[in-house]
């Protein structure tokens, strides 16, 4: 059973454009919600990162929202660059043990 | 010089066979991690390790086992591979009290 749901699967948009990525979860002993970067041929790398005492956390360009009743977070992705093209995995752990990954959501930026 | 190392990077076995993933990294991070990523499912935890003599399974364990030889190296072992383990298997390592992983460049793996 996926612990986190994530979506869409995909996601194309205009240089520019501000893509949103959501993922809900259902455990509410998850204290830690990171996202992930992808790029072909590559590992993932931590884009950025929330813990549910925060509803908002920006880096840069990058924003993840967190709305605790509801048990989502979604990531924002400001005036977003082909740059930015790759897949996003949203992921949530408890206590730094267990780590467990969205689907994923394979972002094109079309310039 | 990359921080976490897989080899071999692409590997094509037939069903039946043993085959080893080995995983090295220089951070000095003693947790470990093997998951597999598949299309349209995301990364999936294999098997973890917090230190050398601690071992955890993970999501999906079955048809794997894993070995921390030292801090710096844990593999992964499928030891009669079938079709279904066909995937692209990825090396992480977190620092005790820190929470980012940082993965390795993965291993392509096809078994016919």
């Known amino acids: 059973q996926q612990q986190v749901k994530q979506s869409p699967q995909s996601l194309i948009v205009q240089k520019g454009g501000i893509p949103i990525i959501n993922c809900a979860y259902e455990?509410?002993?998850?204290?830690?919600f990171p996202w992930y970067q992808q790029f072909p041929g590559k590992g993932p790398a931590l884009l950025i990162a929330?813990?549910?005492?925060?509803s908002e956390k920006k880096e840069g360009r990058f924003t993840i929202s967190f709305n605790k009743s509801a048990k989502q977070f979604s990531l924002h992705i400001m005036d977003s660059q082909p740059g930015d093209s790759a897949t996003y995995f949203c992921?949530?752990?408890?206590?730094?043990?267990?780590?467990?990954f969205g689907t994923g959501t394979s972002l094109t930026v079309i310039p | 010089d990359a921080d976490v190392t897989q080899t071999p990077r692409n590997r094509i076995t037939k069903t039946g066979k043993r085959i080893m993933l080995e995983c090295s990294q220089t951070?000095?991070?003693?947790?470990m991690y093997w998951y597999r990523q598949d299309p349209g499912l995301g990364l999936r935890l294999i098997y973890y390790?917090?230190?050398?003599?601690?071992?955890n399974k993970g999501e999906i364990s079955d048809g794997y086992s894993v070995s921390r030889q030292a801090q710096a190296k844990f593999s992964l072992s499928l030891e009669s591979a079938i079709p279904n383990q066909t995937a692209l298997y990825f090396c992480?390592?977190?620092?005790?009290?820190?929470?980012?992983?940082?993965f390795g460049p993965g291993t392509r793996l096809t078994v016919l």
């Open positions: 992480a390592t977190r620092a005790g009290l820190g929470n980012e992983q940082f």
């Open positions: 455990n509410t002993a998850f204290d830690y």
């Open positions: 929330i813990r549910p005492d925060v």
């Open positions: 992921a949530a752990s408890m206590m730094g043990n267990q780590f467990y």
């Open positions: 951070k000095g991070h003693d947790r």
């Open positions: 390790s917090f230190d050398v003599k601690d071992i």
